[in-house]
C-alpha cells in the first residue's frame, strides 16, 4: 500500500496509491523507525495540508515544531501521566488491555507536531461561526486529515496522540490563551504496515458496519432509542468469493471466474495475476493490489483478512482473487477461516493450478500411468521463506511419483541436494517454468542434479515451478529434439533426418 513521490527520499515506497487505498492506509501509526524524514519533505507536506478547507477560509491552525529534546520528554511525561489516570477508568480483563496497548510512538518518531486551533483568529470575519463557533476545530481536523493522506502519499505514517493533558502541554510549549490544543502528531517512517487499525488488530474495538452510522431522513425514526443502534434489518451484509485466476492464460479462466470477477464491487488480486484478466473485472469495481510479493516488502496476510471483511461489512461483494487456484499453496485456509469467524459469507471458485497449465503447454501427462502411480505437490518455500523442514524425502526420492515443486527460487539446490542424500536418482527428469502460460513462459529441461544451477544462470523472472519425475522424460526427449530444430532452423541449416 506504500507510494512514491520521485521528489521523495523514501526508502519504502515502490508504487503509486489509488485515494481509496490512502484512506484505507490512514491509520493511527504507533511504531515508527527512527530515520530522520528529511525537512523539505515535512515542509512540503505541511504547505500541502494548509490548503485544507476551513469554515469562512478562517485557517484556524497553528502549527508547533517541537524539536526541542527536553519539550519532547515533558509531552512523553504529560502522556505516561494521563495514560495512567484514563487507565484508572476501565476494570479487568479491559484494564489489562489497555495498559498493554501501545497507544504512542513518542520515544521513536522524528517528527512532533503539537496543532493548535486559533479561537481568537480575524481571518475569515466570523463567517459560519456565529451559529457553530465549533467549527472552528472542525476546519483544524480538516487541515490534520489532508497531513494525514499527504504523508501516507509519500510513504510516511502519521500518528494523533490524544491522550495528554492539552492545557499542561500548551503551556509547556509557550501557546497564547486563545490556542486550545488540537492534538499532538507524531510523523514518520513506519516500521509496518497494517490495513486493519492496531485497537482492532487488538482486540480492542472492532470496526462496526457502514449501516449502524447511516440514515434516511424522514424515513423511520433515526435511532432505535431502545438499542441505541438502527434495526438490524437495516444492515446490509456483502460476501467474500475466493477466485482461481489460473497461471495467467486469461483463456484458461472458468466461466463461474469470469461471473464472478463482473459481478464484483471490490477485487483484492495477487502481484502475480495477470493484467488481461483485471481488464475483465467490471468497470467500477475497486481494484486493490495486496500482492505478496516473495522477499520483497508486501501486504501481511493478517491485513489482507481484515480488508476483506472489512469491505463485505460495507455491504459489498468481495472478490479475492489469486493466481492459480486459491486452494493450492494460496492460504485459502485462512482467509476463509477470518471470514467465517467475521460472520461473512464466503465461496470458492477452483482455478487451473500452474502445475496444469506448464504440463498442458508441455503436452505430457504428469501421471503417465507407465512411469507415475502418485502426483504430488509440494512446495519449497514455508512461512519464513526457508525450506519447510517437514517434506516426505522418501516420497519426494520415489522413482515413481511425479513431483512438482511450487516457489522453488531460492531453496531448490538445497532441495535437491537433499532429495539426492535420499535416494532420488541425479538423472531423473526435471522441467522449470517460469510464467507457465503467459506469453514470456520460459521452459528448462535438466535433470534434478542441474536444474538448480539452469535455473540460477537463467535467473528468470516471474513464478517458476519445477516438475520431476519419470513421467517427464517423453518431454524431455521431445523439447530437447525442438531445441535442436529451432537452433538449427536459426542458422538456416536443417537437422539431419534419420
Known amino acids: 500500500m506504500t507510494v512514491r513521490n520521485p521528489d521523495d527520499d523514501n526508502p519504502n515506497a ?12 490512514r491509520r493511527d501509526v504507533r511504531r515508527f523507525k527512527r530515520d530522520a524524514v528529511p525537512d523539505a519533505l515535512v515542509e512540503r507536506l505541511l504547505r500541502l495540508a494548509d490548503l485544507a478547507p476551513s469554515v469562512g477560509n478562517s485557517q484556524p491552525w497553528r502549527i508547533v515544531n517541537v524539536q526541542s529534546p527536553e519539550l519532547r520528554t515533558g509531552v512523553e511525561e504529560s502522556f505516561e501521566a494521563a495514560r495512567t ?3 484508572g477508568g476501565y476494570n479487568g480483563e479491559q484494564a489489562d488491555l489497555y495498559f ?23 481571518q475569515g470575519h466570523g463567517l459560519g461561526r456565529h451559529t457553530m463557533p465549533e467549527t472552528l476545530d472542525y476546519s483544524c481536523a480538516c487541515m490534520v486529515t489532508v497531513l494525514w493522506l499527504a504523508a501516507r502519499e509519500a510513504g510516511l505514517g502519521l500518528g494523533w496522540v490524544s491522550i495528554v493533558d492539552p492545557a499542561e502541554v500548551a503551556k509547556m510549549l509557550g501557546a497564547p490563551p486563545d490556542w486550545r490544543l488540537v492534538g499532538y502528531l507524531l510523523l514518520g517512517w513506519p516500521e509496518e504496515e497494517h490495513l486493519d487499525p ?13 449501516e449502524t452510522r447511516y440514515f434516511t431522513a424522514g424515513a423511520a425514526p433515526l435511532l432505535n432509542e431502545a438499542k441505541g443502534t438502527r434495526p438490524a434489518e437495516a444492515t446490509r451484509r456483502g460476501s467474500v468469493t475466493l477466485v482461481g485466476a489460473g497461471p495467467g492464460d486469461p483463456e484458461l479462466l472458468t466461466l463461474k471466474a469470469l461471473y464472478a470477477l463482473q459481478a464484483a464491487d471490490a477485487v483484492l488480486f495477487d502481484d502475480l495475476v495477470a493484467k488481461p484478466i483485471l481488464d475483465l473485472v467490471r468497470p467500477g469495481a475497486r481494484l486493490i493490489d495486496v500482492g505478496k510479493r516473495g522477499y520483497r516488502k508486501s501486504c501481511k496476510q493478517p491485513d489482507i483478512n481484515a480488508q476483506m471483511v472489512s469491505l463485505a461489512r460495507e455491504g459489498l461483494n468481495v472478490v479475492r482473487l489469486k493466481s492459480g487456484d486459491p486452494l493450492i499453496f494460496g492460504r485459502a485456509g485462512e482467509e476463509i477461516a477470518a471470514c467465517e469467524e467475521a460472520g461473512i459469507a464466503i465461496s ?3 482455478g487451473v493450478t500452474s502445475a496444469q497449465g506448464a504440463a498442458a503447454n508441455l503436452k ?5 500411468r507407465d512411469h507415475a502411480r502418485r502426483l504430488q505437490f509440494i512446495t519449497a518455500h514455508d512461512r519464513h521463506g526457508t525450506l519447510p523442514k517437514d517434506i516426505d524425502w522418501s516420497a519426494v526420492a520415489d522413482s515413481a511419483a511425479t513431483t512438482v515443486i511450487y516457489m522453488p527460487k531460492r531453496t531448490l539446490a538445497e532441495l535437491a541436494e537433499i532429495a539426492l542424500v535420499h535416494g532420488l536418482d541425479p538423472k531423473t527428469p526435471a522441467i522449470a517454468v517460469a510464467n507457465a502460460t503467459r506469453p514470456d513462459e520460459r521452459v528448462f529441461v535438466s535433470t534434478i542434479g542441474a536444474i538448480a544451477a539452469a535455473l540460477d544462470a537463467a535467473h528468470p523472472e516471474g513464478p517458476v515451478l519445477v516438475m520431476l519425475g519419470e513421467a517427464l522424460r517423453y518431454a524431455t526427449a521431445r523439447d530437447a529434439a525442438k531445441q535442436a530444430e529451432d537452433i538449427a532452423a536459426a542458422h538456416g541449416v536443417l537437422p539431419e533426418q534419420s
Open 198 to 210: 492496531e485497537l482492532e488488530r487488538h482486540g480492542w474495538q472492532p470496526r462496526t458496519d457502514f
Open 364 to 368: 505430457v501427462s504428469l501421471t503417465n
Open 348 to 350: 470458492v471458485v477452483p
Open 100 to 122: 498493554r496497548l501501545k497507544l504512542a510512538g513518542l520515544d521513536a518518531a522524528p517528527v512532533h507536531l503539537a496543532i493548535f486551533c486559533d479561537h481568537g483568529v480575524l
Open 85 to 87: 489516570r484514563a487507565g
Open 14 to 25: 515502490d508504487r503509486r496509491a489509488t485515494l481509496e487505498q490512502l484512506v484505507r492506509w
